[in-house]
């Protein structure tokens, strides 16, 4: 997709595929996750190239895609003088339901996002949190077959982003409906995406599974407490002197020590780790045993022995660094 006489590019050279769960669409503001939803919906033509949402295409079958699919615009675009319900039961109506089909629908999902208290009230008094749950609603109401949810949590204060979020997994996974969620925020999709599709400057940097990207790197961080050292050192300097004299490569990271992963050669040295299987949990659980005996030894207190997994920020530091 190009814009404007410079033809700037929003997307370029994008190939993926969406299946069913939680699919999280992440990236920067700015790097193409809205005007691919918009382009998915039909309500962009792009500049090249093409895609197919529930086996209709894009260019030619925006209202039949539209009709199958529930979609949560970004910014607040409810009409303030309505009543959540009467407006949810319209966005039924619209879509195809028949009135009493659309009232019932309508009562249920408002219930399910929770706002059924609170559903003849106008939406001009609706708080943020409120109004998300309300544009949640009416993406819903129609039994949708796919649902798309652009920066569902925007706006909203932790707990009303935590009860969000809370909700958009409930709808792939408890009502099996597939959703497509964008967010600028890396943490919330690592919370509740089973894939997840990394867009930066409209090009595509990496789609997999999120597990994949969370994985164990291997990498074991180590905190303790305790008093300092006759030549002044503090607890965690004396803990990582211990740990290299005892053949461990390691380093401080704030208050804690990283240990690079390793593999056991003998008492105490140790050297780079294979990446998995028995050899390498003999190693972990041997490079538990080595941090423990070196704290015992300085009289030093283990607060924690962690392992280090993966995040998605980190696909941005590997992919994106210059």
């Given amino acids: 997709m190009r814009y404007g006489a410079g033809q ?14 939680v699919t999280g669409l992440v990236g920067a503001n700015g790097a193409g996750k809205s005007t691919l ?3 998915l919906l039909g ?3 792009p500049t090249s190239g093409g895609a197919q949402v529930l086996g209709h295409d894009i260019r030619t079958q925006g209202m039949q895609i539209r009709e199958a699919v529930g979609y949560m615009p970004e910014h607040d675009c409810l009409p303030p003088d309505m009543r959540a319900i009467d407006f949810v039961v319209h966005m039924g109506r619209v879509s195809g339901l028949p009135a009493a089909a659309a009232r019932e629908r309508a009562a249920d999902v408002l219930r399910h996002v929770g706002l059924a208290e609170e559903r003849y009230r106008l939406m001009g008094g609706y708080s943020t949190g409120m109004k998300q749950r309300a544009k949640l609603a009416q993406a819903l ?12 949590t925007n706006g909203l204060d932790p707990a009303a982003r935590d009860d969000m979020l809370s909700l958009v997994r409930r709808i792939g996974h408890d009502f099996g409906i597939p959703v497509l969620v964008t967010s600028h ?7 509740i995406s089973d894939h997840v599709v990394v867009l930066d400057g409209g090009h595509l940097l990496r789609s997999q599974a999120t597990q ?11 905190e303790v407490l305790g008093d300092h050292g006759a030549d002044g050192a503090d607890p965690q300097t004396r803990m990582g002197q211990g740990l290299a004299a005892r053949g461990l490569s390691c380093r401080p ?7 690079d992963p390793v593999r ?3 008492a105490d040295a140790l050297d780079e780790a294979p990446a998995g299987g028995m050899e390498a949990l003999a190693a972990r659980d041997r490079l538990r045993d080595i941090v423990r005996d070196t704290a015992a030894d300085l009289g030093l207190g283990l607060v924690r022995v962690q392992p280090e997994t993966g995040r998605l920020e980190d696909v941005f530091r590997e992919e994106v660094a210059p």
């Fill in 185 to 191: 925020l890396l943490g919330e999709l690592e919370r």
């Fill in 212 to 222: 994949a990207f969370l994985g164990d790197t291997g990498v074991v961080l180590v």
């Fill in 141 to 152: 109401v129609h039994d949708p077959r796919l649902v798309m949810l652009d920066e569902p």
């Fill in 8 to 21: 700037v590019a929003a997307l370029s050279d994008l190939s993926v595929e969406i299946g069913d769960g």
């Fill in 43 to 45: 309500l962009l033509t």
């Fill in 253 to 259: 990271r704030g208050g804690l020590i990283e240990i």
């Fill in 264 to 266: 056991v050669q003998g």
């Fill in 37 to 39: 939803i918009k382009i």
